[in-house]
Structures are given as structure tokens and as C-alpha cells.
């Protein structure tokens, strides 16, 4: 009985582990480049994996500038796979997209 409700419990606690999605890196302030992995339109963010493995995660404000080939750009031109330059500034535990530009 003891081992049914154990196995029960640690089937639980990994369903919730991975349904909590993936987890996202804390970078410094800096630019690096990437590719657009996801795009949550509703929220205004996108999931960036850089060029070493690390995914960001990025809420745009009014203030972040979004540009493709010297031109400002809406957000909703942002598509998964783009390879993108980001600048971001680190507040605390959370990244500020300061400037997006779409590469290719």
C-alpha cells in the first residue's frame, strides 16, 4: 500500500516538474546573438536560445527597440527560428530587452 501511494506521489511531482516548462538563464547586461525559439504574442515575449546554450527570456516594454535592417518593426514580425542580436539589461533576477534586431 505504502509503495503504491509513494509511486503515486513521485509520478506526480515529475508530471509537475515538467509541466512547468523549461528553465530559463540569467545573463549579465551585454548583447548576444540567437535564435527565436519561441514567441508568446499574448504576453509580448519571446525565448531566445543563444549561440551557447542558454535560453533568455524577454518581456518587451514601450521602451524596447525592435528593428530589421535599420527599420523599426512590430513585434508581431517576430517568428520562430529568427536569429536575432539582443541587448539586455539585468535587473535582479529578470532581463530587460533594451534593442532586438532581426539578423536574416
Known amino acids: 500500500m ?3 501511494i509513494l509511486k503515486t506521489v513521485m ?3 515529475t508530471l ?3 509541466a512547468c516548462g523549461e528553465s530559463t538563464d540569467v545573463v ?3 548583447t548576444y546573438q540567437g535564435t527565436i525559439k519561441e514567441v508568446e504574442p499574448s504576453k ?3 525565448y531566445v ?9 524577454l518581456y518587451f516594454s514601450d ?3 525592435l528593428t530589421r535592417d535599420g527599420s523599426t518593426v512590430e513585434f508581431s514580425t517576430l517568428e520562430e527560428g529568427m536569429r536575432v542580436e539582443v541587448d539586455v539589461e539585468k535587473e535582479g533576477k529578470r532581463l530587460n530587452p533594451l534593442a532586438v534586431r532581426v539578423l536574416e
Do not use: C
Open 63 to 65: 521602451n524596447t527597440e
Open 11 to 13: 509520478f506526480s511531482i
Open 2 to 4: 505504502k509503495t503504491s
Open 16 to 18: 509537475l516538474f515538467f
Open 49 to 57: 536560445e543563444t549561440d551557447d546554450d542558454q535560453i533568455l527570456e
Open 28 to 30: 549579465e547586461s551585454g
Open 44 to 46: 509580448t515575449e519571446i
